[in-house]
């Protein structure tokens, strides 16, 4: 009876995530393996194409640009929330929750507004008569990279607020009253009991940044392909499937590996937990 | 009690907030701007763009279309997610350990992914028309908050009390409704507010699963912006951050803000 009422209860949940998910996904990726002219052939034609490449290797690059970015500054930002008295504390993680909490695609059109040729910033530069035309900002790399810091910060300030709070005050005052200098205490004490939290944030912005859709496509175009921009591409406008499937199983395998080397790390960065 | 903080780190965090909100700000300017093209600060102000958006039909049946998608896909998802928290929270020690890593998949697989294999296999495969679809596709995305966090909840309720109603004669099913569900209450309202914010934003997974005749706001969004680039889209963001207002406040009326860093 007590079996029966305790899978029972997850089945339901099980059975949507096994039938809608695990098995549409692995088919997807099973299916990359099933070519005529060798099983690991749509693979050799990713490697070996000069494109393809190099639409891995910016994503990668601007995932990890994006993610350095957003650990320095909501690192800082959320130190400073994490010291500030209530009050102040409650405004300012509404002020950093709003914007999270808005959609992708208006975060990302906010963007376009600024970075435009007739924008805000080019209107700003030219009347103050740092350039003398509208520079091209929008469809490069800055620009997707700008719009995806501004995407992920929130994100980093809220998961290291928590475990910035979570540090307790006594051992900061224990390294002070020691002697440690503000620089000594922030070394030893305070950023080794942040790393997990730290890598909690950069797994969620690596993995977040990578495998991204609308703010590549609004604000890279074409000329900054990204993997998910490309994967859409392949699928919905040359009805490449194979192609497609092989790109998404690349992600699949990047993102899983970033999420299970860096779990990993945390656990055995993780000083309380010796 | 709050410790000194150097100035500089204030100043930069003082930055970091104006680089948050300062977007925002010119988007709402944006909505308001008397031009046919996106300005700002806006040339003279009107209301028009607002209005205009009630002209377009595609934003108003795609506007309904989300709200349903995210009101249905999220009650599915606490549907199924509830008795699954409640299963792992309850019989921790006897369920393997791969049950809860299988509830944050919808997490860890890209949603680009996810979006690609459903359509490939439920869409396509299947034959599914494209509600139902959706439907399934934005129930899955929102799983993992209604599990997790109402498994979050559950992990500070009281089992004993439960046990207490039904030595004392009260049915299982009664109990769950009337003894713990009430006592994580918080818990459903949290995940029912992420889900549905997740579920009314998506794009990644709705961009595969739309079709003919059938669209989310965001997607019709995206589609408006390549065709146009007027003050319309600023002022459907408008409206879509007031929702974002609203669901704030009604977060922190009931539970409060905070409980979005624990």
Known sequence: MKHLMKWGLATPAILAVTLFLLVPVVITIAATFGEPKGVFSPYVAFFSSGFRRTVLFRTIEVALVTTAISLLIGFIAAYVIAQMPGRAKSVMIIAAVFPLLTGVVVRSFAWLIILGKNGILNTILLSIGIISEPLSMLYTEGSVIVAMVYLFVPLMILTLVGVLEGIPQDLIQAATSLGATPAATFRQVILPLATPGLIVGAVLVFTGSFTSYATPQLLGGEKQMMMGTFLYQRAMVTFDWVGASTIAAIMVVVTIGIVAIMSRLARRLNPMAV | ?262
């Open chain 2, 1 to 262: 009690m709050a410790r000194t903080v150097h100035p500089a780190l204030i100043a930069f965090t003082a930055l970091v907030f104006l680089f948050l909100l300062a977007p925002l700000v010119i988007i709402i300017g944006a909505a308001f701007s008397d031009t046919t093209y996106l300005t700002f600060p806006p040339q003279g102000l009107t209301l028009h763009w607002f209005s205009n958006i009630f002209q377009v039909q595609a934003f108003r049946t795609t506007a309904i279309t989300s709200l349903e998608l995210a009101f249905l896909g999220t009650a599915l998802s606490l549907l199924i997610g509830i008795p699954a928290a409640y299963a792992i929270s309850r019989y921790r020690v006897e369920l393997p350990r791969w049950l809860s890593t299988l509830f944050v998949l919808p997490i860890l697989v890209p949603e680009i992914v996810f979006g690609f294999s459903l359509m490939k296999s439920i869409t396509i495969g299947l034959g599914l028309p494209i509600f139902p679809s959706l439907l399934i596709g934005h129930a899955l995305l929102v799983l993992p908050y209604s599990v997790r966090v109402v498994s979050a909840s559950l992990a500070s309720f009281d089992f004993s009390i439960e046990e207490a109603a039904i030595s004392l004669g009260c049915p299982p099913l009664k109990t769950f409704l009337t003894v713990v569900l009430p006592n994580i209450r918080a818990g459903v309202i949290a995940a029912f507010i992420l889900a549905f914010i997740t579920s009314i934003n998506d794009v990644s997974v709705s961009v595969f699963l739309t079709g003919p005749g059938i669209s989310t706001l965001p997607i019709q969004i995206l589609a408006h912006m390549e065709q146009f680039f007027d003050p319309t889209i600023a002022s459907v963001s408008v409206l879509l951050m007031l929702v974002t207002v609203a669901v704030m406040a009604i977060v922190e009326v009931t539970l409060g803000l905070t409980f979005l860093t624990k």
